[in-house]
């Protein structure tokens, strides 16, 4: 009898859970969507129902400039100048969704790239 309790429970569980569709979509290119915009940078930011992410690009001389002041003990500025160059405002649901597909995406390279840094230098650096 118990079991059957739990079984049913279970399947009323289920019942009530919402059921994931998956449709593919073929997005078309507007206007002045068809370049990339090369970033560097990004920015994250959560407002109510939606998340504003901020593409830019840091001068990567800027970056290595950065990273021997760093090593060489001198004091970092506190900011640097960055070029922003694309503000996106997406629901919280596309930014989960996002969350996951970059996840999927650069979890192979990830591990793999921070492996090989670590092993090369021992350390972690600033890229």
């Known amino acids: ?14 019942s009530n859970q919402p059921h994931t569709l998956q449709v593919g979509i073929r ?9 990339p915009i090369y970033s560097n940078f990004t920015a994250v930011q959560g407002g109510q129902g939606v998340v504003l992410v901020d593409f830019g690009f840091v ?21 640097i100048s960055a070029r922003m160059s694309s503000r996106v405002a997406i629901s919280v649901d596309a930014a989960a969704n996002l969350q996951r597909q970059l996840s999927q995406l650069l979890r192979p390279q990830t591990s793999t790239a921070v492996n090989a840094e670590v092993e090369s230098s021992g350390d972690m650096t600033m890229q």
Request: hydrophobic fraction near 25%; glycine fraction near 6%.
């Open 59 to 79: 001068d990567p001389k800027a970056m290595q400039a950065l990273a021997q002041m760093t090593q060489s003990g001198e004091k970092v500025p506190e900011t």
């Open 1 to 14: 009898m118990i079991n059957e309790k739990e079984t049913q429970s279970e399947s009323e569980v289920a």
């Open 27 to 35: 997005m078309q290119q507007g206007e002045h969507t068809g370049q």
